[in-house]
Every structure is written in structure tokens, then in C-alpha cells.
């Protein structure tokens, strides 16, 4: 019989919408968060190197020392932050690095705080851990971005992790230093660790990036190579874990995990020394599509409220069209334009509907003008 843990667990709708939108012909996706840019050349060159020098063996749990260097090595050149080598441990992916951070700090019916709207999978990490979710509400008129005083209300004796984002799916908002600093305060009062999940970092367009570790080294990190460096079915990331749970958290992944793939390790060092212009033109882009998307949702005269900063998401209000955002979601999809219903990210987002700029501007144009098309025959 499937186990209640797992009988609990709630599909990834963005999936769903993919699989229905992959079944229609001439959909452009605005539903999926995968770069459509190629990693790196040299990315590639040291994966294939890598390989023919027969690097296909199993390593360390907690991955290559030349990797786990490199990765300190990031922390020290990005924000100027000392991080032994020792805290960092290899994953195959942000996703695996989550779930060791949630198996290291949480026991059964221990409560992980997190913002609402949230990153889909966030609960049901907490739930396979036999955990309980509590939620604080964001607001858009507050550019989705946290309140330390909700979380400072919504810690409790049984809080074992607050766990958030930033730059933030589904909302792009970026969290300032202030923020973070005053999470890390609430956390250390309430006796519970921050789990930051920074995958998007290095895709911010008009606010200063800053990683949990300037303010604390009592927090899990989590970064991986998906977004930054477009390596989303590579799986590689990693995880920065406080001092005290190091020992804890390499056991887990030489259990669950064995290793992270030896020559996708290899190629992780190439991408870390990508040139910075490379990655700032990335962003350009990026950020050149977020203004082409933020100004139709305007112009379709749909309550945004906010300016996404980063990531590659933005949050849109369809409360003022017919129907529930999942109807609307079905129009749209009906329309050639796939996105995804905000129901995934929390109740608080279930009157919107997330749209990626992950997707070249062309396409974008063209769902604009589908959805130009769509809306001038819809009654309001
Ligand atoms: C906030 C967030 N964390 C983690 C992931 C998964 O990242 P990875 O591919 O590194 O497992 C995603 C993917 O969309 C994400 O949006």
C-alpha cells in the first residue's frame, strides 16, 4: 500500500501543464523554469574531456575536493565570505541538497516556516519528512518580499527551519541584506535553523544579491548549476551546512545519495570560472524580457503590483477575468500560450497565474499577441 507520506505528496502542476501543453501543437511555454540558453562551451568541453579520461567512477560523497574548492572559492569572490571547504557537500542538484537539509533538521511533527506564495516542491519536502508546514502571507503590494516580524510571529517552540528563497520562484522578489540578517536573528532566537534556497543568484536585474552566509554560518545554503549556468538536466548543485551538522549531513549522502556524477563534478569547475561577461550578458537578456512581459501584463490591464527583480518569473493577478485562475490558465493554453496556475505556489497564489521569461523574445512577442488576441474577445 502507498504510505501516507507519499500518498500526501501533491503533483507539480507546472509538470501537468507541461505534459497537456507537450500533447497540443504550436504552445509557447511561459509554464517551465528551464533556461532556454546552452550551458558554457567550455562547460561542455570539460564534461566530454572528462568522460574520455574515464572519470565515470563514484567520488566522495560530499564530491571533489577541486569542486568543493571552487564552490568556496565563489562564496569569497561573489560576496567576500570565508567558507571552508569542509561545509560545502555536492549534490546532484538543488533538489537533493533540500532534501538533506530537511532530513538533517527535522524530526516528525517538527513545523518549517515558509512564505506563502512558495516554491511548489518546499511542502512536500517537509512532508516526506513527516513535518508540518506553517505558512507567513506575502504581499504583492510589498513586492512578495518577507517580513521579518511574520516570521518572528510564526516561529514557535516546535520550529525546527525556516525555509525561503531569493530571487524567488514564483515571484521574483529578491530579498535585501537586512532581511536576511533579521531572519538569521529570528531563527537564532527561536532556536531553528534558516534553510535558503539561492538557486537563482546570479540572475537579479535591479537589486543587490547577498547570500545568507554574510549573516550567519548557522544556515543551510543551497545553490546548484540549473539556472546560472543553464545545466538543469546536468544535476549538480551543492549545499553549505552549518558546522555542527556536517558529520550528519555526509552520512545522509553517502546513504541516500552516493554521489553526484564524477564528470558533471569536472564540468561544475568549468562553469565557476565562466567569464563574468558571459553571465552578465545572459542577464541583460533576461532582464530586457522581464520589462517586454511586465508592460503587456499592464497593458492587458492586469494587476501586477510589483516589479519582479529576479529570477525569471513574474506573478500576475487574473481575478478580474472570468472564471478561477485555472480557467484562465485553460484559455490561455486553448490560446497557444502555456503558464502555470498559481494554486502550485499557495493559497495566496491562487488568484494568479506565474509566467516564465525563461524563453527568447520572440516567443514572447508572440504570446503577447495571442493573448492580445484572446483578451479583446473576453467580457470583463
Ligand atoms: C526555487 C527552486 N529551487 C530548486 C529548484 C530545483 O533546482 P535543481 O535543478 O538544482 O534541483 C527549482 C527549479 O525550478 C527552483 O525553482
Not at 515571484?171 to 538557486?199: R, S, W
Not at 530586457?288 to 501586477?304: K, Q
Request: glycine share 6%.
Amino acid at each position: 500500500m502507498v504510505s501516507q507520506r507519499a500518498a500526501d505528496v501533491t503533483p507539480f502542476i507546472a509538470m501537468d501543464v507541461l505534459e497537456r501543453a507537450n500533447e497540443l501543437d504550436d504552445v509557447i511555454h511561459l509554464e517551465v523554469g528551464e533556461p532556454d540558453f546552452a550551458p558554457p562551451d567550455r562547460v561542455i568541453e570539460t564534461a566530454v574531456d572528462s568522460l574520455r579520461a574515464g572519470h565515470t567512477t563514484y567520488t566522495a560523497a560530499r564530491g571533489k575536493p577541486e569542486l568543493r574548492r571552487a564552490i568556496a572559492a565563489h562564496y569569497d569572490r561573489e560576496y567576500g565570505v570565508d567558507i571552508d571547504p569542509d561545509r560545502v557537500v555536492v549534490t546532484p542538484g538543488t533538489s537533493p541538497g533540500l532534501f538533506l537539509a530537511m532530513a538533517a533538521l527535522v524530526d516528525p511533527g517538527d513545523e518549517v516556516v515558509l512564505t506563502d506564495p512558495h516554491y511548489a516542491c518546499y511542502p512536500n519536502f517537509v512532508r516526506v519528512v513527516d513535518g508540518e508546514v506553517r505558512t507567513v502571507t506575502l504581499r504583492a503590494s510589498e513586492g512578495f518580499r518577507p517580513r521579518v516580524d511574520d516570521f518572528a510571529a510564526a516561529v514557535g517552540p516546535d520550529t525546527s527551519a525556516l525555509l525561503c528563497n531569493s530571487p524567488a520562484n514564483p515571484t521574483g522578489a529578491v530579498m535585501d541584506g537586512e532581511t536576511l540578517a533579521g531572519l538569521a536573528e529570528v531563527a537564532a532566537d527561536a532556536d531553528a535553523t534558516p534553510v535558503v534556497d539561492e538557486v537563482y543568484h546570479g540572475l537579479s536585474y535591479d537589486a543587490a544579491e547577498h547570500t545568507m552566509l554574510e549573516y550567519t554560518d548557522d544556515a543551510f545554503v543551497l545553490n546548484g548549476f540549473s539556472k546560472r549556468f543553464a545545466m538543469t538536466g546536468w544535476r549538480l548543485g551543492w549545499v553549505i551546512v552549518p558546522p555542527d551538522y556536517v558529520d550528519a549531513v555526509n552520512r545522509l549522502a553517502q546513504n541516500v545519495l552516493i554521489c553526484a556524477p564524477n564528470f558533471v563534478q569536472d564540468a561544475g569547475v568549468a562553469a565557476l570560472e565562466t567569464p563574468p561577461d558571459r553571465l552578465d550578458e545572459i542577464r541583460e537578456t533576461y532582464r530586457e524580457r522581464r520589462d517586454l512581459l511586465v508592460d503587456a501584463v499592464e497593458g492587458w490591464g492586469l494587476d501586477l503590483g510589483y516589479t519582479p527583480q529576479g529570477a525569471y518569473y513574474l506573478l500576475a493577478d487574473v481575478s478580474d477575468l472570468p472564471g478561477d485562475a485555472l480557467d484562465v490558465a485553460d484559455l490561455f493554453l486553448e490560446a497557444g500560450v502555456a503558464v502555470t496556475p498559481g494554486v502550485d505556489f499557495g493559497d495566496a497564489a491562487s488568484d494568479y497565474l506565474r509566467f516564465s521569461y525563461a524563453t527568447d523574445a520572440d516567443a514572447i512577442e508572440t504570446a503577447i499577441e495571442r493573448i492580445d488576441a484572446l483578451l479583446a474577445t473576453v467580457e470583463r
